[in-house]
């Protein structure tokens, strides 16, 4: 397993955009799918996007296509996600995690390494 740390998280006004990030330990980074989930209060947690662990496949949720993009730097250990043009309904507590393999998954199941989360707050 790896161990996640996120960071970036913070409070924005609607239509604005920041960046979260995750730093991963351990040397096997890359052969690590990642993925960002969020869970809003008395939500249950979802799926935002994932990358696969050499970063050729992403797979985002419908209500973050086109607004959030994944990337990240094996060479750095970390998974970035950009999110853009922020809505209210996009507050969560943002969950970065880990899956060994090459799939991309949407589903919390098959991920077994999870940060300890970063708040994210849209005001309207």
């Known amino acids: 397993q790896v161990q996640l740390v996120e960071s970036g998280g913070g409070l924005v006004q609607a239509g604005g955009s920041l960046r979260l990030s995750c730093a991963a330990s351990g040397r096997t980074f890359s052969s690590y799918t990642m993925a960002w989930f969020r869970q809003a209060p008395g939500k249950e947690r979802a799926f935002v996007v994932g990358?696969?662990?050499?970063?050729?496949?992403?797979d985002y949720g419908d209500s973050v296509k086109d607004r959030f993009a994944i990337s990240r730097d094996n060479a750095k250990n970390t998974v970035y996600l950009q999110m853009n043009s922020l809505k209210p309904e996009d507050s969560a507590v943002y969950y970065c995690?880990?899956?060994?393999?090459?799939?991309?998954?949407?589903?919390?199941?098959?991920?077994?390494?999870w940060g300890q989360g970063t708040q994210v707050t849209v005001s309207s």
């Open positions: 995690a880990a899956r060994y393999g090459a799939y991309v998954y949407n589903s919390q199941q098959y991920y077994n390494s």
């Open positions: 990358i696969s662990s050499s970063g050729g496949i992403t």
